[in-house]
């Protein structure tokens, strides 16, 4: 286990710098001078020079992107000038309430996602499957702030149930908490549910017609146990891989929706920051969630190792 | 002589077999109910895109301050925007916006991935390089890969064409690798190698074909990722710039309005779903016909 | 010999319902087995030897799968009237099944000691630490080196062979009365094989228990079991015991099976492929005898009408509508008949 542990690690290396490579060159391939396009066409040659002293432009491009990466490795990410304080600092404001929604999301998405997929598997070819996966097709079909503005539609303007937009911090109450971020949480969950769905239903298929089930069966085991243990058991891989995908598309995604409903998250820094030119923040706020996202992808694959003894074994 | 005839007679069979081959596909094609419904749907927005175009009797540009938020009418079907733009003309000039966005990113994705991928199958070291490339872009979270580079490039059309299809290049490559690599590890390749086929005429005689049905399918996944996200783009401002219309751009003037013109929101939203629900239901369709296992 | 209501198969008949409509897998399936019997059942692949057996547990599923007709009747009771949780009592229990690839009839994610205890604790009130030990012990029988560390570990750690016992093993945990083992040797290596084989017989001489031997191999036919039934398409085509199977079989499609046996003191120039033809598909059956196509005394009965499985004399069953005159007549038969 702990080879397997160390090899998977390892194999981040070249993921990481080709994301880091990637990032980085955002600010090269814009179109103009970046300094010149931050500061816009008011500036004068002094402020651009000054600038791009300050970004480290007037340097040879290896040397900036190991200045940069160094920065990065020590919890550094910039500076942002529109906003004057540290990208770090600005990121960590933001990170809370696209956290929570990404997490009430995703948590959404699986308890419907898996019970339901589950229960189209078993009864397979009935209506009940039929409209389910009916369901879910029309969920991975309806993008999540398209579905926003639906709701917000239905049930903030027509039905007045719910605030329209805004967000309260968990300080404030978690009933408060909620209140604000049910809405986006459904519009953001109902995509992944429908692909956990999706995808629980014919890894169960495909593991229901295994051999082993026959023989779990020939034993005499129940019903219910050969589902839920002996099938669940070997269906969950391809789900756990799945919930893990969804699990960047869900804080992106939450980026998208934030905006729907005006929610303090990443997603209106990166945007705010698209509109200001702000560069150094756009690289480190995008730095930062595929960094998340290729660790959390990570602990799936560690996960993978402890449920399913194949993959921890065959590494060695 | 008789060998020549018999050389006849092979391709004569050949030929029959073929053509039996397309007619089951066709057979099992119209029979796969979901496939039908997809791509009728698709089918159906082409016409509205091009045919209505025409049709329309507004400009999708031209403004008129006296009909402003306008709900549907007989004047305005579908209403009119909060610069009294005809709505109708609006979404239909949107959809073409939206079709030419997926369907270039989907063309494109599949000639470079399939030349990516087919190599990477071919030749192990440059697999390694590619494969590491892919993985690396990969890892970005589909949007937000889109959303850099986007804020780099600055919003117009083609910018959106490129960016999506850097962001899907990797999938297609993939999907084509991996299936390379399967008609590459057949005996059969292995006897032709022998016999002194080149790389290139085993490569894109041989394995190409093998990769196709694959490809067709991730394909029209990635058409209707490309209009999701194009709309996105578009609703967060770093997509179609204004005024021209796009779905999403539409829904972003809709939301500022939201308590007054549902419409506005509605119907580009209806015709979003149907296009995606219309390219999932062919992609789930056509993997159904290609898949035997299923 | 023991018994004679240990197990009778009548008339057993298997449907799946497919797209396009009912199929029709295997029917007019008739034979029986006594206590401590072995019965081989044999035919080519595609012949339904595995639905058959797999019919006789109810591993299909009835409610959208298959549906069965005809009557299990093992120790008196009708299997296929029994109950959902009657019929789990059964499985694992009275009767057990070893199929034909041990590496995926082994859940992957469990440990071998798991799947062992597993079937124990279904069937047997005791205790978790009572029922790992039991595993243990029915590791050692069947011959596994150091059974206790084996225990721990996954099925794909294990070697084909050893894989194999593991399924002997379980399928043998609370001693059945009844074993199904459907070509259990035939994924194996040839010397495994052989040490499988040996290991049922050994098992099968301290405990009695019946076995119903599935395989296309009339080899181990001829060394293992006291009872054999042919079958091809979908029905049992000649039921009869080992040594008249052997020397006087009567239906045309067991001689051309007897005869496709490569022997190595025989005449070298023979042809090998005694039975002309293949297999019809299921969807095409024939409308008459099903092997009339392939058969070289068929006629214009044999075309049209479907012979029964009747009876030669107590122990001798057989589906022809001229094996009379081929016993007769022998090869001159045929010449006549068309």
């Known amino acids: 286990m702990k080879e397997y542990v160390l090899k998977r690690i390892l194999s981040l290396i070249p993921i990481l710098f080709i994301v880091s490579l990637v990032v980085f060159f955002i600010i090269h391939i814009t179109p103009g001078d970046p300094a010149y396009v931050m500061l816009g066409d008011t500036a004068t040659e002094e402020q651009v020079e000054e600038l791009r002293g300050q970004l480290g432009l007037d340097r040879p491009i290896y040397e900036q992107y190991f200045i940069w990466i160094g920065g990065i490795v020590t919890g550094n990410l910039g500076y942002s000038y529109f906003m004057d304080m540290s990208v770090t600092t600005a990121l960590l404001e933001h990170l809370s309430p696209t956290a929570a929604l990404a997490l009430l999301a995703e948590i959404l998405a699986i308890c419907i996602g898996i019970p339901f997929g589950i229960l189209a598997a078993k009864k397979k070819g009935s209506y009940l499957d039929q409209s389910l996966m009916g369901f879910s097709l029309l969920g991975i079909s309806i993008p999540s702030f398209l579905l926003a503005l639906l709701l917000i539609l239905l049930i903030s303007v027509q039905l007045q149930w719910l605030p329209v937009a805004g967000y309260a911090p968990i300080s404030e109450g978690i009933g408060m908490h909620l209140k604000y971020l049910i809405l986006p949480a459904i519009s953001l969950g109902v995509m992944q549910a429908a692909l956990i769905a999706r995808m629980t239903r014919s890894s169960m298929l495909d593991v229901l017609n295994e051999n082993y089930i026959k023989t779990a069966l020939s034993k005499g085991a129940k019903n219910r146990s050969i589902v839920y243990k002996h099938a669940l058991r070997n269906a969950f891989l391809p789900i756990l891989t799945v919930i893990g995908q969804t699990f960047g598309v869900l804080v992106t995604g939450a980026a998208v929706v934030e905006t729907v409903f005006n929610i303090p998250g990443l997603g209106q820094l990166i945007i705010n920051s698209i509109e200001r030119r702000d560069y150094s923040t756009i690289q480190g706020v995008i730095l930062f969630i595929t960094f998340s996202y290729v660790i959390i992808n990570l602990l799936i694959d560690l996960i993978y190792g402890i449920i399913d003894p194949r993959v921890r074994l065959s590494q060695k | ?294 | 010999m023991g018994d004679h209501n240990f197990l009778k198969v009548e008339n057993l008949s298997t449907h799946f319902k497919t797209e396009r409509g009912k199929v029709t897998a295997v029917e007019g399936i008739t034979f029986d087995l006594r206590e401590g019997e072995i019965l081989g059942i044999v035919g080519e692949s595609g012949c339904g030897k595995s639905v058959t057996s797999q019919s006789i547990l109810r591993l299909f599923d009835e409610k959208h799968l298959a549906s069965h007709g005809g009557r299990i009747l093992f120790k008196g009771k009708n299997l296929l009237e029994l109950s959902n949780s009657e019929m789990e009592d059964i499985r694992g229990n009275e009767i057990s099944m070893i199929f034909q690839d041990p590496l995926s009839s082994l859940n992957p994610v469990f440990t071998v000691g798991q799947q062992i205890t597993e079937a124990i604790l279904l069937h047997q009130k005791l205790s978790r630490k009572e029922a790992f030990n039991q595993a243990i012990e029915m590791l050692k029988l069947t011959g596994i080196p150091a059974p206790e560390k084996r225990i721990n570990e996954y099925p794909h750690e294990l070697s084909g062979g050893m894989r194999q016992r593991v399924m002997i093993a379980m399928a043998l945990a609370c001693k059945p009365s009844l074993l199904i083992a459907d070509e259990p040797t035939t994924a194996l290596d040839v010397t495994i094989q052989a040490q499988i084989l040996e290991l049922m017989l050994d098992l099968k001489k301290e405990s009695n228990m019946g076995i119903i031997f599935i395989t296309h191999d009339l080899g181990v036919v001829a060394e293992t079991c006291t009872r054999v039934a042919v079958m091809y398409l979908g029905q049992v085509v000649e039921e009869t015991d080992i040594d008249s199977l052997f020397e006087k079989p009567l239906h045309p499609y067991t001689k051309g099976l007897l005869k496709s046996i490569p022997k190595i003191d025989g005449d070298r120039n023979r042809k090998l492929n005694e039975v002309e033809g293949t297999v019809p598909s299921l969807n095409n059956i024939p409308k008459g005898c099903r092997f009339s196509t392939r058969c070289k005394f068929a006629d214009e009965k044999c075309r049209q009408q479907m012979p029964e499985l009747e009876s030669h004399n107590d122990t001798h069953k057989v589906r022809c509508w001229h094996y009379k005159e081929i016993l007769e007549r022998g090869d001159q038969f045929a010449t006549t008949s068309n």
């Open chain 2, 1 to 294: 002589m008789d060998t020549v005839r018999q050389n006849v007679n092979l391709t004569e069979t050949k030929n029959n077999l073929k053509k039996q081959q397309r007619r089951l596909l066709m057979r099992k094609f119209l029979s796969n109910k979901p496939a039908v419904t997809g791509l009728s749907i698709m089918l159906f927005l082409i016409i509205l895109s091009t045919v209505g175009a025409w049709l329309v009797q507004y400009s999708p540009l031209e403004m008129d301050p006296t009909s402003r938020l306008e709900g549907p009418s007989a004047e305005h079907v579908l209403g009119t925007d909060n610069f009294g733009r005809d709505l109708l003309s609006r979404v239909i000039y949107g959809s073409q916006v939206s079709l030419i966005v997926g369907f270039s990113v989907a063309l494109i994705t599949s000639v470079c991935g399939m030349i990516i991928g087919l190599y990477a199958s071919y030749y192990k070291r440059l697999d390694n390089i590619l494969m590491r490339i892919c993985d690396g872009l990969m890892s970005f979270p589909a949007i937000l890969l889109a959303i850099a580079i986007m804020a780099a490039l600055g919003p117009s059309i083609n910018n959106v064409i490129l960016a999506l299809s850097i962001v899907y290049t990797p999938h297609i490559a993939r999907v084509v690798r991996s299936s390379g690599i399967v008609v590459r590890k057949q005996t059969y390749i292995e006897a032709i190698e022998s016999q002194g086929a080149s790389s290139t005429r085993v490569i894109w005689k041989r394995m190409a074909p093998n990769t196709l049905s694959p490809l067709i399918v991730q394909s029209t996944f990635i058409f209707a990722n490309a209009i999701i996200i194009e709309a996105a783009l578009s609703f967060l401002g770093a997509g179609v710039p204004a005024p021209q219309p796009s779905w999403g751009n539409i829904l972003y003037d809709g939301k500022l309005v939201i308590f007054n013109a549902w419409w506005m929101t509605v119907f580009p939203g209806i015709c979003i779903i149907l296009s995606t629900l219309g390219l999932n239901l062919a992609g789930d369709g056509l993997r159904d016909i290609i898949d035997p296992n299923s």
